[in-house]
């Protein structure tokens, strides 16, 4: 038996996305920094895409760039 319960109308969530990196001027991404490298991350150490996130291209870059690199050192997972 389908449920069609019309009760949930979809509503467009016309809101954009703003680099939240753009957003607070962090032009320059520290390696380093663990803690903004951390909130751009799953659980299990993945880059979150930039549909998430709402990063702009070239934030989105110079996070997987830094999360490489902070990878190999083995600051973060
Ligand atoms: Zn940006």
Request: net charge positive; hydrophobic share 40%; aromatic share 6%.
């Amino acid at each position: 038996m389908k449920n069609t319960n019309m009760k949930h109308r979809r509503r467009k969530v016309v809101r954009k996305k703003q680099c939240r990196l753009c957003e607070n001027k962090i032009y320059e991404i520290d390696f380093k920094d663990i803690d903004l490298l951390k909130r751009f991350q799953t659980e299990g150490g993945k880059i979150l895409p930039r549909r998430i996130t709402g990063n702009c291209f070239v934030h989105q870059k110079k996070l997987a760039a830094a999360i490489k690199r902070a990878r190999i050192l083995a600051f973060i997972l």
